[in-house]
């Protein structure tokens, strides 16, 4: 099994002299003001629980957007700040947008319009010229911040997602003795979807400057090599999965991102989590109750819609579970710049008042939806309580809130259900994999859960768990550095 010590070593090993910068719209730690105080929080999403690992074994910089109110307090002179803020093991140096920067490159072009063309969950995207040279010129601005952290050093670049499919061209343009890898975290779509977006030649063409682009699944690598033999003049060799133009070739690989398996299985069993368990379990009422959980960023990608509605008609179907069981579902706020989030707010709530009003019984309702940024502690205990993790996303490029449900259970009872469109479905074939549209099916997938013998759910989840333990974030980190930086991967060590 992969560890923090034997990435660090390889690290150390194979690094040399390279700088490894890691560059992400989000970024680690959000600085907030708490009255006169400044505080700090992590912000929600898979990607920073993949990163900080990594960031914390190799050290070097993670480049990001600055996006707390207090975020400007903290840094020095180049807007730099060590982290983490309790033990600091690398440097963010943070990128501060204006409000028109922010809008066009991340609400607009990336979220407005990226987001929904690659997971295609009939939300129509959007593209304009002008937020099209924002985000352009926003990725100027970053890879201006990542040539004064180099200067003429060699570095490693590690890019992450959609909002910087032009990056690697232009550091290209300013550095030479760079490597760069890009992984695209959200799914990719078939050349016929893609086909709607404006300026694909020159954003494909961007995205072919890296030396490896990564994706979460071998199914989104040969879209990605379908696009590109439909869209671009350039040599697509599927038999290695190499593209190559004006001679440039570029390696396309899938990489399933894992967690920190053991730090999400140790903290699960720690005092302070059970403790937290208890406090929660007596806060919400929840004792001799069967409880199913939802984790989410409120994304319309994420099928929490379809998830009240199948609890509505769990209740009305089998009415024996009225009073018994309940659905609690933490729900980060996220893009609310953005009509469709504000809408799907606005909806789920509605929804939730509805059922709870429908079915509501004396210190007993159905759903309980609390709207907050929750900590890794607290979704920790929320996973220890629950009998049913419910993951639903009508597409999703992986979601590592299934694999923390599965790591939280160390004495392996509960089950997951799974939408069988996540990048994690493709591990996790143990899990009680359902399509989301069919909300008939997700009924009858939490009746079945909820019944399910303790002897199966034992055995489902110990196959799941070997497998998560084994790929975990540290081999994923140490697979892709393999293979950009030309190193022999030792599957026997993993
Ligand atoms: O995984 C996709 C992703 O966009 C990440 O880049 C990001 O951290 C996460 O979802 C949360 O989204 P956002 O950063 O827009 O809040």
């Not at 700088?19 to 990607?47: A, H, M, T, W």
């Not at 409880?291 to 089998?318: P, S, W």
């Not at 449900?405 to 493709?426: C, H, P, Q, W, Y």
Request: aromatic share 12%.
């Amino acid at each position: 099994m992969w560890t923090f010590k034997e990435l660090s070593e390889l690290i150390k090993l194979k690094l040399g002299d390279r700088l490894l910068i890691v560059v992400s719209n989000r970024e680690p730690y959000v600085n907030i003001f708490d009255g006169e105080d400044v505080k700090y929080y992590v912000p929600p999403g898979g990607l920073v629980t993949a990163l900080e690992p990594i960031m914390e074994a190799s050290g070097g910089y993670w480049v990001a957007q600055a996006t707390g109110e207090a975020d400007a307090m903290v840094v020095n002179e180049k807007n730099e700040l060590n982290c983490p803020p309790d033990n600091p093991a690398y440097t963010l140096k943070r990128i501060f947008l204006s409000k028109e920067e922010e809008t066009g490159y991340y609400y607009n072009f990336s979220n407005g319009g990226l987001w929904p063309l690659c997971h295609i969950a009939y939300i129509r995207p959007k593209f304009t010229e002008r937020d099209y040279k924002i985000y352009k010129a926003v990725q100027e601005k970053f890879a201006n911040a990542i040539v004064e952290i180099v200067q003429d050093r060699p570095a490693f670049v590690f890019i992450q997602d959609y909002h910087f499919a032009n990056l690697a061209q232009i550091l290209k343009g300013k550095l030479k003795n760079i490597i760069t890898a890009q992984f695209w975290h959200i799914p990719w779509p078939n050349s016929e979807v893609l086909r709607i977006l404006p300026f694909k030649e020159e954003l494909l063409n961007g995205m072919l400057h890296n030396d490896l682009l990564a994706f979460q699944v071998q199914y989104h690598a040969i879209n990605f090599l379908d696009t590109i033999n439909r869209f671009l003049e350039a040599r697509v060799e599927y038999d290695t999965f190499t593209v190559t133009k004006d001679l440039h070739s570029t390696m396309v690989r899938s990489f399933p991102i894992g967690i920190d398996f053991e730090q999400v299985s140790v903290l699960s069993s720690s005092k302070k989590i059970i403790d937290l368990r208890n406090e929660l379990i007596t806060k919400y009422r929840l004792k001799d109750k069967m409880v199913a959980i939802g984790v989410d960023r409120i994304d319309y990608t994420k099928g929490i819609l379809e998830r009240f509605m199948a609890v509505d008609l769990l209740l009305q179907r089998y009415p024996e579970y009225i009073g018994k069981f309940v659905y609690v579902q933490l729900g980060a706020l996220s893009r609310m710049q953005i009509q469709e989030y504000r809408l799907l707010n606005d909806k789920l709530n509605d929804l939730m008042v509805a059922i709870n009003d429908k079915y509501q019984l004396k210190g007993w309702r159905p759903i309980v939806f609390i709207r907050a940024n929750h900590s890794q502690e607290i979704i920790n205990a929320w996973n220890g309580i629950a009998d049913i993790s419910l993951v639903t996303s009508l597409h999703d490029g992986m979601n590592l809130v299934a694999k923390e449900f599965v790591a939280t259970k160390n004495d392996t009872e509960g089950v997951l259900i799974l939408s069988e469109f996540t990048g994690a479905a493709r591990e996790l074939t143990d899990a009680v994999l359902v399509n989301p549209y069919h909300v008939d099916g997700l009924v009858e997938a939490l009746k079945l859960a909820l019944e399910m013998p303790v002897e199966e759910q034992h055995r489902r989840l110990s196959k799941m768990r070997e497998i998560l333990k084994k790929q975990n974030i540290y081999r994923w980190a140490a697979k892709i550095l393999s293979e950009i930086l030309n190193f022999e991967f030792n599957e026997s060590e993993s």
